[in-house]
C-alpha cells in the first residue's frame, strides 16, 4: 500500500502536481475526519449491511448514496432543490420498498426453494 502511494505521488509530480504549501487547520480536519472516521465506519456499516441481509439487498442501499447528496448540498450548501431531484428521491425509495420487501411463499417447495437458495440451514 505505502509503494502505491508514493508511486501515486511520484506520478503527480512527474505531471506537475505539487503539494500544497500551505494548508489550514480545517482542511487538516476534513483531511482526517475523510481518511479515518468517515472511512473506516462506511465500510463498517457496509460489511454490518452484507452480514445481515446479504449482498442483494446491501447493495441496493447505493442507490441511497445520490439521493443523501442532493439533500445534503441543500442544507449544507443552499443548492435549490427541483421537481425532478423529488421525482427522483421517490423513484430510490420505492425501487428500495420493492427490492427489500419479500412475498410470501405459495407452498413448502418454494419455501424449501428460497431456503437452500439463501444458504441457511
Known sequence: MLIGSIAILGLAYSTG??????????????????S?????????LWFVALNKGGATKASSFLFMAPL???ILSYFILDAALSWL??????????????????LPAKNRRQIR????????P
Open 68 to 70: 443523501f447528496t442532493v
Open 113 to 120: 426453494n428460497e431456503t437452500i437458495a439463501e444458504g441457511q
Open 17 to 34: 502536481q505539487h503539494w500544497p504549501i500551505a494548508v489550514t487547520r480545517q482542511q487538516w480536519g476534513w483531511f482526517f475526519w475523510l
Open 36 to 44: 479515518i472516521p468517515a472511512s473506516t465506519a462506511s465500510f463498517g
Open 85 to 102: 431531484q423529488a421525482c427522483g428521491g421517490v423513484l430510490i425509495g420505492t425501487a428500495l420498498w420493492l427490492v427489500n420487501s419479500e
